[in-house]
Nanobody
Framework: QVQLVESGGGLVQAGGSLRLSCVASVLTIRTYSMGWFRRAPGKKREFVATISWNGGMTDVADSVKGRFTISRDNAQNTVYLQMNSLKPEDTAVYYC??????????????????WGQGTQVTVSS
């Protein structure tokens, strides 16, 4: 059983930055694809970013391209989401997810089999 715990959310003004962290409580996440998703009020959960097992491949949603960066530290069992130039429309609960069956990075939500509880990010205008 993989447990994922997100942290780093909070309230920030538009144009500001936050870094989210996701720590996994397993021996290693070295072989897992990892991802970040978000759910804004009244909307469905959506893909934000994914990273392959060794960090060699990353992909981010068009809505955050050029502003958000995903990275990982397998030695620390941690995945990060650096969020810059935040906008009010980035306000959402952000979720970390793990896909234990694939190495290459995964965009599709239904392929992930472990999820964190989420961390709230609020961007004020």
């Amino acid at each position: 059983q993989v447990q994922l715990v997100e942290s780093g959310g909070g309230l920030v003004q538009a144009g500001g930055s936050l870094r989210l962290s996701c720590v996994a409580s397993v021996l290693t996440i070295r072989t897992y694809s990892m991802g970040w998703f978000r759910r804004a009020p009244g909307k469905k959960r959506e893909f934000v970013a994914t990273i392959s097992w060794n960090g060699g491949m990353t992909d981010v949603a068009d809505s955050v391209k050029g502003r958000f960066t995903i990275s990982r530290d397998n030695a620390q069992n941690t995945v990060y989401l650096q969020m810059n130039s935040l906008k009010p429309e980035d306000t959402a609960v952000y979720y970390c997810a793990a896909d234990r069956d694939r190495w290459e990075g995964v965009v599709h939500e239904y392929l992930y089999d472990a999820w964190g509880q989420g961390t709230q990010v609020t961007v004020s205008s």
